[in-house]
């Protein structure tokens, strides 16, 4: 079992940058993948970007590749997305999570989700 909680959303403007991190509790594999994603209003969820939890491979979601940056801190168990050069069409729910299935892009492949933290981006 993995307990996920979110934090860092908020408010900003256009071109601005927020840093969102998820702290994870509970027993995390080498082999997993944490993951974000984002839902917007009357949106289906997406992928925005993952990271193995061992190695250097790191997914992103086109729209966000250039401007987000996902890392992680195995000693703290946490992982950060970085978010620069926000845009308004970035404003969803964002929510971490951890898969257990090596498809980093695969919603279905994630066991645990966090409860979400919202991003808002203003023009």
């Known amino acids: 079992q993995v307990q996920l909680v979110e934090s860092g959303g908020g408010l900003v403007q256009a071109g601005g940058s927020l840093r969102l991190s998820c702290a994870a509790s509970?027993?995390?594999?080498?082999?997993?993948?944490m993951g974000w994603f984002r839902q917007a209003p009357g949106k289906e969820r997406e992928f925005v970007a993952a990271i193995r939890w061992s190695g250097d491979s790191t997914y992103y979601a086109d729209s966000v590749k250039g401007r987000f940056t996902i890392s992680r801190d195995n000693a703290k168990n946490t992982v950060s997305l970085q978010m620069n050069s926000l845009k308004p069409e970035d404003t969803a729910v964002y929510y971490c999570a951890v898969a257990s299935r090596p498809r980093p892009k695969w919603s279905g492949a994630y066991d645990y989700w966090g409860p979400g933290t919202q991003v808002t981006v203003s023009s």
């Open positions: 509970g027993r995390i594999f080498s082999s997993y993948v």
